[in-house]
């Protein structure tokens, strides 16, 4: 079996899609035993500290797809990096999560933009 070079492995990351990606995440962590989350006490120093100012992570909420569905597939596609068929599936399994753990800046504008194409959307 030939040796693959750090650029043959990225190429190949770039042609996956999102739920790909996850599931190879998930099989690297329980091939080795390690996991890609961050550690917990790492994570909640700074969170304590942003707590006061509101939410640093929302999730951005499909709640249904409105009147336009091909225009609400096309956007989730952009959105989200998934092709065609996989945005068909998220989209039709509304209320769905489109995006997670963003900032709420972020998910402003995916609002913005979906809500534009005519689905009703939810930040959590």
Do not use: C, R, Y
Not at 8 to 33: P, Q
Not at 83 to 107: R, Y
């Amino acid at each position: 079996m030939a040796k693959l070079t750090k650029e043959e492995i990225i190429a190949s990351l770039k042609e996956m899609t999102v739920m790909e990606l996850n599931e190879l995440v998930k099989a690297v962590e329980d091939e080795f035993g390690v996991t890609a989350a961050a550690p917990v006490g790492v994570v909640a120093a700074p969170v304590e500290e942003e707590e006061s100012k509101g939410p640093t992570e929302v999730s951005l909420i499909l709640k249904s797809i409105g009147g336009s569905k091909v225009q609400v597939i096309k956007a989730v596609q952009v959105l989200t990096g998934l092709g065609l068929m996989d945005a068909k599936k998220l989209v039709d399994g509304a209320p769905v999560a489109i995006k997670e753990n963003i900032s709420p800046v972020e998910a402003e504008e995916h609002k913005k933009t979906l809500e534009a194409a005519g689905a009703e959307i939810e930040i959590k």
